[in-house]
């Protein structure tokens, strides 16, 4: 095991190390409500919910590359305005072809990036495919219950891979696993949540509804905890990736 975890800290460390940008959110109005219910059982999405007029009020690159992306959207009576810095993405005709059925699964890990928007596929050591990613309201919080609308943070694996009615594809991710219940309940021992809390579940990776593929290009949290890609990048990540692939969540 020790000579497993040595390669992927490695491969992770070279990856943080090549994508680290600072993010920032700047956000005023309302918060932000619901756009779907639980990820696994939605069926539709409730329109009233959906941020609309989304807009991008300011594009500019930094000295190293960032993309600092002001955007402005309506939800209710509240307008919005968030900053975001993004990494640079390559485009899906930019990334080197790559057969998957020559890579060793064993050798491959996914690695979600909270901070930077991001999700990755690690082999060998090497960045093989990066995909802008979005997340929830509160993207920066570790899952703490039920209902909180974030991304568990940790070591996950695919359980699960199959079609998806709204999301093109669904990852189901063995959440909540052992570790899990651990941090859920000291943090009930601790007194951060009411013991009458539950733990949740139905976390996973999936693509995004009918022409939401502009809210992932903005950075804008509207799922119920799981990752979000767009359209096209779910379809190829799910060429990569199938059930026991590993999965770091990190903030």
């Known amino acids: 095991m020790r000579g497993f975890l040595f390669p992927v800290l490695t491969a992770m460390l070279t990856l943080l190390i090549s994508t680290q ?28 919910d959906v941020p609309k007029n989304a ?35 390559p485009g899906l005709n930019e990334r080197k072809p790559i057969n998957p059925d020559t890579l060793n699964p ?24 990066q995909y802008r990613a979005v997340f929830g309201p509160d993207r920066l919080h570790d899952k ?29 991710l063995d959440y909540p696993n052992p570790e899990s219940y651990k941090k859920f309940q000291e943090r009930i021992q601790d007194g951060l949540i009411p013991r009458s809390s539950r733990i949740g579940g139905a976390v996973g990776i999936h693509g995004t509804f009918r022409g939401g593929d502009e809210m992932v290009d903005m950075g804008i949290g509207w799922t119920d ?18 059930p026991g692939t590993r999965v770091y969540v990190r903030r």
């Open 144 to 172: 703490m219950r039920e209902g909180d609308r974030c991304t568990p943070e940790g070591w996950f694996k695919i359980v699960e891979k199959r079609d998806h009615s709204n999301w093109q594809k669904f990852l189901l």
């Open 225 to 242: 905890g799981c990752v979000a890609l767009k359209s096209v990048d779910i379809i190829d990540f799910c060429r990569f990736v199938k």
């Open 55 to 89: 807009k991008i009020i300011s594009e500019v690159k930094d000295k190293n590359g960032n993309i600092v992306r002001t955007i402005q959207y309506t939800q209710g009576a509240a307008v919005i305005t968030e900053i975001h810095i993004f990494p640079p993405f």
């Open 106 to 129: 064993d050798s491959l890990m996914v690695l979600v990036d909270k901070t930077n928007y991001l999700i990755a596929i690690i082999y060998k050591r090497q960045r093989i495919r």
């Open 21 to 48: 940008v600072s993010a920032q959110k700047l956000k005023t109005g309302m918060s932000e409500t619901s756009l779907a219910s639980q990820a696994d059982s939605a069926k539709k999405n409730d329109s009233s």
